[in-house]
């Protein structure tokens, strides 16, 4: 039966075969970015189902646009007083300046973590070791930085160790104490 009935109206039926085929492709497509985006893992982050990502907005913050976040003192009194919770952390996002003795400055993505980044998140050591909470925020020292696994090999070459070698963020040495394993490079995607 449906067969006389494509050969009785060829146009409608192809008209809905192709209506039906764009249909079905634009839902793959919008479920495919969904699941890039949203719905998969961060390449490195082992604690998905433990993790919890809250973010701060003032009243005075529209709702459209990025977020102030929470001020230091804050957060202290958040970790201080969170006790049921296995770790606190923070991050933010920034561009920095990195070089190395001698070479011509480039620009990189870099995020600036604070508490138990490292811990919460499950991220693991692809080389020596992640940071310490105590190692966090704008009064650490001395600075430390851990490196993405694609830094290390585009900066360094992964045949060199970069572990307690110095790069120059904005001016300033920072000494490398590990390297992020499993393709972490963040939270963002």
């Known amino acids: 039966a449906a067969i006389r ?3 009785r109206a060829p146009a409608f039926s192809l ?3 192709l209506t039906l085929g764009i249909g079905m492709g634009a839902v793959t497509a919008v479920f495919g970015i969904a699941n890039q985006l949203m719905l998969r893992p961060l390449p490195g982050v082992f604690n998905t189902s433990s993790a919890v990502f809250v973010r701060f907005r003032g ?3 529209p709702v459209c646009c990025p977020q102030r976040g929470i001020a230091q ?3 202290d009194e958040l970790r201080r007083t969170a006790t049921l919770l296995g770790g606190v952390a923070s991050y933010g996002r920034t561009v920095l300046r990195l070089s190395r003795t001698g070479d011509r400055p480039i620009s990189v993505q870099a ?3 604070y508490g138990d980044f490292f811990e919460v998140l499950g991220v693991r050591p692809a080389l020596g070791r992640l940071l310490r909470a105590d190692e966090t925020g704008i009064d650490a020292n001395p600075l430390v930085a851990v490196i993405s696994e694609r830094l290390w090999a585009s900066h360094f070459g992964t ?4 572990v307690g070698r110095t790069l120059i963020l904005n001016g300033e040495a920072v000494e490398v104490v590990g390297v992020a394993a ?3 490079m963040g939270l963002d995607r």
Do not use: C, E, L
């Open 5 to 7: 009935g494509f050969k």
């Open 15 to 17: 008209v809905v075969v």
């Open 59 to 61: 009243p005075s913050d």
């Open 73 to 75: 003192a804050d957060f």
């Open 111 to 113: 995020s600036t973590i």
């Open 159 to 162: 045949d060199v160790d970069p």
């Open 182 to 184: 499993d393709g972490f």
